[in-house]
């Protein structure tokens, strides 16, 4: 039945769809003698087309229908036919190519809302992507008038459909002029290449200058003086130990400047596995881990946001399998970023201030963080904004590219980390996966208050951590209740992120930084204890007893597993009440962090067994470096991909996990690429303005 409906509403591609077996001159010949038929289409168009051109241009296609039929053809030919509906498969997207390379057409993507009503069921508002090759005097407001208009009449008696809009973005080229931003992208690109290319040379130089110096002397020790060598080693060695005492870059500060550029001594740094004996090694495991993971759960999101898979009806009985819970709650991942972030930032501060006896740098301490972060993000909004929608074309490029203009706007809120309560809706923030940043800096921001309560008082800084850690457990609990909230699952993606108005749980809970404090401040915690000089023994040797570690371990998998599946039910029918809702929202990020919390103090305690063999493995000591602007980076690539796509594609694990490896090896290439130029050189410049060494 529906399918039968959707024939009458896209008639125009009946035809086409019952004579695929004719030439097209033979198709167009069905049209020639009802050639009236086609006249009340130039009186669709919309009233205020400038000089009244598409209806001038669709009468002189009409007058010429019986003896051109060739470009008729390809209008139709190139334009969405409808298949796969009962599949669920609503992206009709035709011949993207055909329809631009044609001289006189253009490519238009509609977007029609359907409201279908059956009977004893439930009515059913189905999105349906269009693809219609149009004449370029025909905007889309003259599509969308024809549309809507030819709708109406068709179902006039048709009670049980209705369309309730119909939106139509026809392709440009380019897709938008270049701008200011493009050529500040550009140049800023070719500055630091320039850089790095200048720092590179001074730095290559340098070495040989340093090479040339051992040798020398090398020959000379060799020899037992330099009266055994030429009459002119001596002035030899003297020259190239001066031209290497006036290069190094101790003496000059534009060398110091340039050398923070260079390739080879920032490729060293980011490739070097070399680690202090005070390094938690075990953690550059876990964060490599946890970026794999937010990239893999987003790759499956990706596909089911972008609207092109062509077999949707699989999604339930996809997410209702145990093991793709795994996927389902990859949100978990970012609390493990939380939880990393404070307890690093607690075990390296509460160090420093041991050694400077309680003095505490607050200027450096946030300039440092700031510096470290922004500048890498603002550039790749730069490209986001600017750059990225050159880099491809195709049916759903230009629209989805339009959907995700919101930085020309908001961008500063990004940049003053405040992304994630302004501007309040999801969809309207710039690069919207940001929020973990801002949440991550206000964090950041509050954290002096816990590490100098540890440092002055263990005890009132434990109660005042737990206090915390409590009323974000309160705090959401209540906000759960108040707005009558429930658990996010993929299923509800649409609805709490695309769609999403007001108070929902993705705008009022999930991005939230009294909903998401918990896991910093777990970390924050274990940081101070690991940090401490005088950590109590009796938890050391309680923690040698082999059957206290082993239960340690089983309770710790028990409750991972159970945060983990404990939303399975949501894909099996079961209704969330709202008491599970706040229970499971409350204490499940607390939970998880606690058990990232035990595998950490295993690993450092030498328990981790091969646990922490994987995790601390020093192949992931590079990767580690790369995680901050992987974060940043991977949804452009993605993008740069899914809305590429020229057709729908079909959706199964297989299809999936190749796109994500294929992502995940794409982004960290870029990311290696960006940290060269632009993270590393930066951390070397402040290192060089104030004289901060890394420890």
């Not at 509460?350 to 510096?371: C, D, N, T």
């Not at 950041?444 to 002055?456: A, H, W």
Request: contains cysteine; aromatic residues 14%.
């Amino acid at each position: 039945m529906a399918i039968y409906f959707l024939q009458i509403l896209f008639g125009l591609s009946i035809c086409v769809l019952n004579t695929t077996a004719m030439h097209p001159s033979q198709v167009m010949r069905l049209f020639a003698p009802n050639q009236d038929n086609f006249r009340p289409l130039s009186s669709m168009t919309s009233s205020d087309s400038k000089n009244q051109r598409c209806s001038k241009a669709i009468d002189s296609l009409i007058a010429h229908m019986p003896n051109d039929t060739m470009y008729l053809a390809k209008m139709l030919d190139a334009s969405g036919k409808e298949s796969g509906f009962l599949n669920g498969d609503t992206s009709w997207l035709g011949n993207f190519d055909e329809c631009q390379n044609s001289p006189d057409l253009h490519y238009c993507l509609s977007t029609l809302k359907i409201n279908i009503s059956m009977p004893s069921q439930a009515p059913m508002v189905v999105a349906v992507r269009w693809g219609l090759c149009a004449l370029k005097e025909c905007d889309g407001n003259d599509v969308a008038g024809v549309i809507g208009t030819y709708m109406k009449a068709l179902l006039v008696t048709v009670q049980s459909i209705q369309v309730e809009g119909v939106q139509v973005m026809c392709y440009t080229d380019p897709i938008m002029e270049y701008n200011t931003g493009f050529y500040v992208v550009i140049v800023i690109t070719l500055l630091l290449c320039s850089l790095a290319l200048v720092g590179t040379v001074i730095d290559v130089w340098m070495r040989y200058q340093l090479t040339l110096e051992t040798k020398l002397a090398h020959m000379v020790n060799e020899n037992g003086t330099e009266g055994s060598l030429n009459e002119a080693s001596p002035l030899l060695i003297s020259k190239a130990s001066q031209a290497s005492r006036d290069t190094r870059p101790s003496t000059n500060f534009l060398i110091k400047f340039l050398m923070c550029f260079s390739l080879p001594q920032n490729c060293s740094k980011l490739l070097s596995t070399k680690v202090s004996d005070k390094q938690l090694t075990c953690l550059n495991g876990i964060r490599v881990f946890s970026i794999l993971w937010v990239i893999l759960g987003h790759s499956y999101v990706f596909y089911l946001m972008s609207g092109l898979a062509d077999n949707p009806v699989v999604v339930p009985d996809l997410l209702s399998k145990w093991p793709f819970q795994i996927v389902v709650n990859a949100y978990f991942s970012v609390d493990s970023f939380f939880f990393l972030s404070g307890l690093l930032v607690t075990y390296l501060t509460i160090a420093m201030l041991q050694k400077s006896e309680g003095k505490f740098p607050v200027l450096k301490f946030y300039f440092h963080r700031w510096w470290r972060l922004t500048p890498t993000m603002m550039f790749i909004i730069l490209i986001f904004n600017n750059v990225l929608p050159f880099f491809g074309n195709g049916p759903i490029w230009q629209s989805s590219f339009a959907a995700q203009n919101q930085c020309g706007s908001y961008w500063w809120t990004n940049m003053l980390y405040i992304n994630n309560f302004y501007p309040d809706s999801f969809m309207n923030e710039c690069i919207g996966w940001s929020w973990y940043l801002a949440n991550d800096m206000q964090f950041f921001v509050i954290s002096p208050l816990f590490i100098c309560l540890l440092y002055r008082s263990k005890k009132l800084g434990m109660i005042v951590l737990a206090a915390f850690i409590a009323a974000c457990c309160i705090v959401t609990g209540a906000l759960m209740i108040a707005y009558d909230l429930r658990s996010n699952n993929v299923s509800d993606l649409q609805k709490n992120i695309v769609e999403a108005t007001g108070h929902n749980y993705m705008a009022t809970v999930y991005i939230k930084p009294y909903c998401r404090i918990s896991p910093y401040l777990i970390g924050m915690g274990l940081g101070y204890y690991l940090q401490e000089e005088n950590r109590q023994t009796f938890l050391q040797t309680f923690m040698k007893l082999r059957l206290v570690r082993l239960f340690g371990w089983v309770i710790a998998i028990v409750l991972a597993l159970v945060v983990l599946f404990g939303l399975n039910s949501l894909y099996h029918g079961h209704k969330q009440t709202l008491g599970e809702a706040v229970m499971y929202e409350a204490f499940s990020r607390l939970v998880w962090s606690l058990c990232l919390s035990w595998v950490v103090l295993m690993c450092f305690h030498g328990y981790g067994g091969w646990v922490d063999s994987i995790l601390s493995w020093s192949f992931w000591i590079p990767l580690s470096r790369l995680t901050y602007t992987v974060y940043l980076l991977h949804p452009l690539i993605m993008m740069v991909d899914v809305f590429g796509l020229y057709h729908s594609v079909h959706l199964s694990h297989k299809n999936v996990v190749y796109r994500f490896l294929g992502w995940s090896f794409i982004t960290h290439l870029c990311a290696f690429i960006m940290t060269l130029l632009l993270e590393f050189p930066l951390g070397n410049l402040e290192k060089l303005i104030f004289g901060r060494q890394r420890k």
